[in-house]
């Protein structure tokens, strides 16, 4: 036993030269390694420092966290477009006319509207499939509430500086027309949805107002500021050819890049 012990100590002081009692931070930090990854040669300084940030000392100087931020997949703070629904969950319709198709087409123009005015935006979802197919993490048998979840998630994953959930309404009373936009009770919610609720009147020469949206799960999760658009209602003809067709749907795409414009140069 005392001949095994010596020789247990003799590998420990090959591997950790100095004190084999105490090892330093960045010691304990490389026995956390895999074996192949504490040699410096095959771990170049840049990924150990994206890998593990919190060690600032490991050149012997201060490291500020915002140098670091360029090595993130998302360098900046995004506008996030929700596009609503999706896959099984076709959203409201009429006859063959989907909510999920329509948020699909108006979000991509968002998207390429923004992006043309050099502001970094991200779309949840880019072809027809539901977003609780994403989520292996919210246990639940409810797909409508793992699809909630995964939209409220990503604004917590990547930095978000807003969320747009983009909607169709619909109305027992086919007269109603309009965008309409739901805020959360705070303060730069409420401002983001009056620029934006502004540019849809003008569009639909309407005179309608924001709305709370206490009962919206995306509202009340979100940690940013987040609006919902309903960008018009499916049950009214007129606003149902606007919404169908390239040209309306390119006319509600830049009210809504308006009114986010509009809000961020605000602030």
């Not at 090595?71 to 999920?100: N, R």
């Amino acid at each position: 036993m005392i001949k095994s012990a010596g020789v247990c100590l003799l590998l420990l002081t090959l591997v950790l030269p100095g004190s084999v009692t105490e090892a330093s931070p960045v010691k304990k930090q490389a026995l956390m390694l895999p074996a192949h990854a504490v040699h410096p040669k095959v771990m170049p300084a840049a990924q150990l420092m994206f890998e593990t940030p919190e060690s600032t000392h490991s050149s012997g100087r201060e490291i500020d966290q915002s140098q670091l931020k360029h090595l993130h997949p998302f360098a900046h703070d995004v506008v996030l477009i929700d596009v609503g629904h999706g896959g099984i969950d076709g959203g409201t319709s009429h006859g063959d006319i989907l909510e999920k198709d329509i948020n699909l087409a108006i979000s991509r123009r968002l998207f390429m509207l923004l992006r043309k005015e050099g502001y970094h935006a991200v779309l949840n979802r880019d072809a027809d499939y539901e977003l609780s197919d994403d989520n292996r993490w919210h246990r639940s048998s409810s797909r409508h509430r793992r699809d909630l979840s995964q939209r409220k998630q990503l604004s917590s994953e990547i930095p978000t500086k807003l969320v747009v959930s983009v909607h169709v309404n619909w109305g027992k009373n086919a007269s109603k027309r309009g965008g309409i936009v739901l805020h959360q009770s705070e303060g730069r919610s409420t401002l983001l949805a009056e620029t934006i609720q502004e540019q849809l009147n003008l569009v639909y020469r309407s005179n309608n107002g924001i709305m709370v949206g206490k009962p919206y799960y995306l509202l009340n999760q979100t940690q940013v500021p987040a609006v919902i658009v309903e960008t018009g209602f499916l049950s009214n003809i007129e606003d149902r050819k606007l919404l169908t067709s390239r040209n309306g749907q390119m006319m509600i795409a830049e009210a809504i890049a308006d009114g986010i414009i509009s809000y961020l140069t605000a602030l």
